[in-house]
């Protein structure tokens, strides 16, 4: 069955280093992959898209990578803050509408 | 949390009682999920609406019904509670164009002794 596959270990780091997630899928070809990020005890929001055909996509500090050669993303927050504290979930999909397979997620602490 | 909300927020109930979260949309989205959280599955995927009355089931169903009479409502009843459906339910919601961000409700904390 599809495996969306994230490293369950938390990652420690120090502010203003760039912090760098790993998203693995197997058995499964998706047509995009998607970044949530989650605080304790609230919903999912969402981050970033990035589509098949897309090797890397930005949005502010964040950078996210597509490799299908690989099977892999990964997910990059540049110039990290206290506040990106958080876990942060990859997520892939087929088509519009579609079901979304989420990975286990990645906890992210970033110290002062 | 981009207009959703669940309820209730919080429910302890007893093995064999039936249960009821409520989803409820202000977004006029055409896509409703249901998911539940547990640690070490992340997120699961219940079942999911691409429409009034058109529903279908996810990775984890069994045990679970939905039911979507309105677009803004989506109801996930747990037909007979067990400790095993102990955890945390989100529902997510997607627009028909762009289709593919889910946006999430706060979620229900459900506790089944």
């Known amino acids: 069955s599809q495996k969306i596959e994230q490293n369950s270990e938390a990652l420690n780091i120090q502010e203003g280093k760039t912090a760098t997630l790993t998203c693995n899928y197997t058995?499964?070809?998706?047509?995009?992959l998607q970044w949530y990020r989650q605080d304790p005890g609230r919903g999912p929001v969402f981050l970033l898209l990035i589509r098949e055909n897309e090797k890397e996509k930005r949005k502010e500090r964040l950078k996210v990578t597509f490799d299908t050669t690989l099977k892999q993303s990964l997910f990059h927050i540049t110039a990290s803050q206290p506040a990106d504290s958080a876990t942060y979930l990859c997520?892939?999909?087929?088509?519009?509408?579609?079901?979304?397979?989420f990975g286990g997620g990645t906890r992210v602490l970033v110290k002062p | 949390d981009a207009g959703i909300t669940q309820s209730p927020r919080h429910k302890v109930t007893e093995t064999g009682t039936p249960v009821t979260l409520r989803c409820h949309q202000t977004?006029?989205?055409?896509?409703m999920y249901w998911y539940r959280q547990d640690p070490g599955h992340g997120l699961r995927l219940i079942h999911y609406?691409?429409?009034?009355?058109?529903?279908d089931k996810g990775e984890v169903s069994d045990g679970y019904s939905v039911s979507r009479s309105k677009t803004e409502d989506f109801l996930l009843t747990l037909e007979s509670a067990t400790s095993s459906q102990t955890s945390v339910y989100f529902c997510?919601?997607?627009?028909?164009?762009?289709?593919?961000?889910?946006?999430f409700g706060p979620g229900t904390r459900l506790l089944v002794l």
């Open positions: 997510a919601i997607s627009e028909s164009q762009s289709g593919e961000t889910q946006y």
């Open positions: 058995n499964y070809s998706p047509a995009y």
């Open positions: 997520a892939a999909g087929k088509a519009a509408g579609n079901k979304l397979t």
């Open positions: 977004e006029n989205h055409r896509y």
């Open positions: 609406s691409y429409g009034v009355k058109d529903t």
